[in-house]
């Protein structure tokens, strides 16, 4: 070998090895598009005013909640179509928990997760170890839940909810340390830790990279991802401070989706679920307890199925047969804008909550428009269909090359 070519390879292996997930940042690029769009032209800046951004959040928590479970579920190549009308079915049974039973609110939660644990464990078995396709499963739940709902409201609805369990979907953490300027201080440093937090996570995560000379993102382009995030965060802390601070809803999404990104990247049980949706055969032959883990996907998306249900019901202060219509679509629609495939074994906590966000936009921009709920179906099932057919097209330039 010349001394040319030589150094020529040294110099190659001494550059940083760079990696730009062209979906990630299309995905972040589309959702500031339409935020943008709706923001300035189809609704004359109304979609960012403090009091719209705060039901933004609220009257779109159950998207991300949902989403949460069903990108598990679709990663290791299942779908659940039960989970709308498990959300009108939990409700029923939470409120009449309280309303006719006379349990206290903290019960008649705890009543509701085990409810949809316990759901979930129905399904989970017929999928997990009777074999039957996930699509019928929970076809039969939807219709089944759905009639139960119906069932348990006899009248329709069960309101006058208590206070304390209206304010899981409705209320906001009490100005604890006071206002300055109008802004509720503890709101603004909720925005200011998670900024910081945020950079200081990306930094180790780069850090890492670096040391196992691992690819990584070119470094203007890391450091202005990282700078534009974390002052859209510091911006949207100070729209929530601006209007009566920190909804409780809020916390238990940013829980939840810190607890679900760690059990999906950093425990075994989701690399099972990765390597199930990738190839299951080669994950069973590997030692993989497929059915096991199968049965726990169904389990856990029938318990969050729950949570979306206490906190659409807090929020409108009654139990509706009607509640949960649609949300199954919602929440795939979220999970496949967000980058799962349809074949499994792709999708990311992250990528589920901001296609829950385009969503959550989506719903809320139209609303403010004054858009016909049909048309908003149409326009929600256009881009449903427009996500998986990028993905499919996307698998087979891949599969091309």
């Known amino acids: 070998m010349s001394e040319t070519s030589t150094k020529k390879t040294a110099t190659t292996a001494s550059k940083p090895k760079l990696n730009i997930n062209a979906r990630d940042y299309g995905l972040l690029g589309a959702l500031v598009v339409i935020v943008v769009l709706f923001q300035f032209w189809f609704t004359s800046g109304k979609l960012l005013l403090p009091a719209n951004f705060n039901n933004l959040i609220s009257q779109n928590a159950y998207v991300v909640i949902i989403a949460i479970g069903m990108v598990m579920v679709i990663i290791a190549g299942h779908i659940d179509l ?153 911006f949207f802390a100070y729209l929530l401070a601006s209007h009566n601070g920190t909804p409780y809803v809020l916390i238990l999404l940013g829980v939840l989706v810190l607890v679900y990104t760690f059990v999906l990247n950093r425990t075994v049980f989701g690399r099972h679920i990765y390597a199930m949706g990738g190839n299951r055969f080669a994950a069973m032959m590997s030692g993989v307890k497929t059915k096991w883990v199968d049965f726990f996907i169904f389990v856990n998306i029938g318990t969050l199925a729950a949570v979306a249900a206490i906190v659409t019901t807090s929020r409108a202060g009654a139990a509706q047969s009607a509640a949960g219509n649609f949300y199954e679509l919602d929440a795939i629609a979220a999970v496949f804008i967000g980058g799962a495939s349809v074949s499994g074994g792709v999708g990311k906590i992250s990528g589920a909550v901001i296609g829950a966000l385009v969503m959550g936009v989506l719903n809320q921009g139209l609303s403010i428009m004054g858009v016909d709920s049909a048309w908003q179906q149409v326009i929600k099932g256009l881009v449903l269909l427009a996500a998986v057919a990028f993905d499919v097209m996307n698998r087979r330039r891949a599969g091309s090359v």
């Open 82 to 234: 039960s989970v709308g009308s498990l959300v009108a079915m939990i409700g029923a049974i939470s409120a009449l928990a309280i309303q006719q039973w006379g349990m206290p609110v903290w019960a008649s939660i705890l009543l509701s997760l085990l409810a949809g644990a316990a759901v979930g464990a129905w399904q989970g078995f017929w999928v997990a170890f009777v074999r039957v396709p996930a699509f019928i499963v929970t076809l039969a739940g939807m219709l089944v839940f759905r009639g139960l709902a119906i069932v348990f409201l006899t009248g329709g609805t069960i309101g006058g909810l208590p206070d304390s369990y209206v304010a899981i979907g409705g209320r906001w953490v009490p100005q604890w340390l006071g206002t300055t300027g109008g802004l509720d201080v503890f709101t603004l440093l909720i925005g200011a830790f998670g900024a910081v937090g945020y950079v200081a996570s990306q930094f180790a995560a780069r850090s890492k990279l670096k040391a196992r000379d691992l690819p990584m993102e070119a470094t203007g382009v890391f450091i202005g991802k990282s700078v534009l995030i974390s002052a859209a965060m510091v």
